[in-house]
Each structure stands twice: as structure tokens, then as C-alpha cells.
């Protein structure tokens, strides 16, 4: 199966920040590659699907990118809801997803 | 709009079969995959297996040997058995729908609330 790995695992942040969580791939993986979030208690929420196209009903402040092996979720000012904690995923073969980012209130 | 909803026993016990069923409203089952994930406490995410409406199915290579994951299209159900639990199985469990590429996203759209099963004697 295809690793991800996440960085960092965690982070503190201040509401207002632009924040960037990273996701790699052990190989390439194309755009293949969604981005949850997860709040505690709840389901995890799709926010970006093929790396970068955003869900609808998701604040405009999420962004991803990347292709091949690396990826990035940015989020762009950060409001005390974002507090939570992401996950990559990948389809390219099978399904795997990352370990997971802890967004944290600094 | 579509729902889903996990249903089944919270305790299980080791060396039985794990069993859970998830009832989609609001949609159709049609053109769907239909999955499961698990997430042990205070853990990440790990993809269990989906199924097509079609019946065919893709499993987690490292649970495939025990797993199996049906489909019952006029009860608008899918089901989960796990076979021969341990503790290392205890997890909440998620049904979701994956929409598929062909669709124009593959990915994991719309989640259960999920339901915390335990291994325990």
C-alpha cells in the first residue's frame, strides 16, 4: 500500500494565521489525494477532493495543492472553527490516508 | 439530502464476528461506492473496504482475510463482518459513500456519525 505521511503532526496557530499542513506520498500518486477534516466526537468532512478543487459549501480560505508526491492544505486565515484536525488521504491505489495534523489554538 | 447510519452491537466479544449494517436515506444506492472506515482511540483513520452497487467489492489487504461487506439494494443497506476480533479491532466505525471519479471526485463525500464497537470479554 501507498504511505502518507503528514507534517507536522501537530501545530499551534492563532486565529488569523495562514496555515500550511504537508502531505507526502512514497510515490507518486497524480492528484489523486483528498483532504478531511475532524473535529473531536465527529466524522471526519471532505474539504478538497484531486488535490485541489474545493467542496462545495467549504469556506474559500481552504486551498490544496500539489501534484505527484507532495501536497499541501493551506488555510488562509485561520477562524476558531478550523481548529481541528486533518487528514490527507489517498486513491490512486487502494485507500490510505495520512496520520493525521493537530491544528491547535496557540 | 443523502444520510447514512451505522446500527449494531457496541461490545463484542474476542474470537467472534464483528457485525454492522449502515442504512443510507435520502438517495440512491445507484452509481455509488459504499465503504467503511475505523478509527481506534485517540488514532488515525484506516480504510476498511467498500462496495459497488454493482456488488463488487475492494478490501484493506490487511483485513481482507477476515472481512466481508454486502449489499442489500431493496433495504437501501451495506453491512460490515469482521471475523475473529481482538482487541486491536475495537475502534468507532464509519460508513461512508465514496463517489467515484467517473463522478468527478473520488472521495469519501458523505460520513455516519459513526459507532464505537469494543473487544471484550
Known amino acids: 500500500d501507498i504511505q502518507m505521511t503528514q507534517s507536522p503532526s501537530s501545530l499551534s496557530a492563532s486565529v488569523g494565521d495562514r496555515v500550511t499542513i504537508t502531505c507526502r506520498a512514497r510515490?507518486?500518486?497524480?492528484?489523486?489525494l483528498n483532504w478531511y477534516q475532524q473535529k473531536p466526537g465527529k466524522a471526519p468532512r471532505l474539504l478538497i477532493y484531486?488535490?485541489?478543487r474545493l467542496l462545495g459549501g467549504v469556506p474559500s480560505r481552504f486551498s490544496g495543492g500539489g501534484s505527484g508526491t507532495d501536497f499541501t492544505l493551506t488555510i488562509s486565515s485561520l477562524q476558531p472553527e478550523d481548529f481541528a484536525t486533518y487528514y490527507c488521504?489517498?486513491?490512486?491505489?487502494?485507500?490510505?490516508f495520512g496520520q493525521g495534523t493537530r491544528l491547535e489554538i496557540k | 439530502q443523502v444520510q447514512l447510519q451505522e446500527s449494531g452491537p457496541g461490545l463484542v466479544k474476542p474470537s467472534e464476528t464483528l457485525s454492522l449494517t449502515c442504512t443510507v436515506s435520502?438517495?440512491?444506492?445507484?452509481?455509488?461506492?459504499w465503504g467503511w472506515v475505523r478509527q481506534p482511540p485517540g488514532k488515525g483513520l484506516e480504510w476498511i473496504g467498500y462496495?459497488?452497487?454493482?456488488?463488487?467489492?475492494n478490501y484493506n489487504p490487511s483485513l481482507r482475510s477476515r472481512l466481508t461487506i454486502s449489499l442489500d439494494t431493496s433495504k437501501s443497506q451495506f453491512s460490515l463482518k469482521l471475523s475473529s476480533v481482538t482487541a486491536a479491532d475495537t475502534a468507532v466505525y464509519y460508513c461512508?459513500?465514496?463517489?467515484?471519479?467517473?463522478?468527478?471526485?473520488?472521495?469519501?463525500?458523505?460520513w455516519g456519525q459513526g459507532t464505537m464497537v469494543t473487544v471484550s470479554s
Open positions: 461512508a459513500r465514496y463517489t467515484p471519479q467517473r463522478l468527478d471526485m473520488d472521495a469519501f463525500d458523505i
Open positions: 435520502g438517495g440512491s444506492i445507484t452509481n455509488y461506492y
Open positions: 462496495i459497488y452497487y454493482t456488488g463488487s467489492t
Open positions: 510515490q507518486s500518486i497524480s492528484t489523486y
Open positions: 484531486a488535490a485541489s
Open positions: 488521504q489517498q486513491s490512486y491505489s487502494a485507500i490510505t
